[in-house]
């Protein structure tokens, strides 16, 4: 996963967040995978699915089980 500094991700717009409060970026393919797994070890269901879907709407290939 590319490394993501602070300074890039406060110039990154809402859009490229899939949770709350500007939580799991999905910038790129490396970030979206690793939200997906981050919110299925801590994430509610409800926000499970609301992540997937953000991401699966992203990037196609990926979280579409």
């Known amino acids: ?3 993501l500094t602070s300074a890039q991700r406060n110039a ?3 859009s490229a967040f899939a949770g709350p409060n500007r939580s799991y970026p999905i910038n790129d ?3 979206a995978r690793n939200a997906l797994s ?3 070890q801590f994430g509610s269901p409800e926000l ?3 992540v997937r879907a953000k991401v699966h709407s992203k990037f196609s290939r990926i979280g579409s089980k």
Do not use: G, I
Request: charged residues 35%.
């Open 38 to 40: 981050r919110v299925s």
């Open 29 to 31: 393919a490396s970030h």
């Open 48 to 50: 499970k699915a609301k």
């Open 1 to 3: 996963m590319a490394k």
């Open 12 to 14: 990154l717009p809402d």
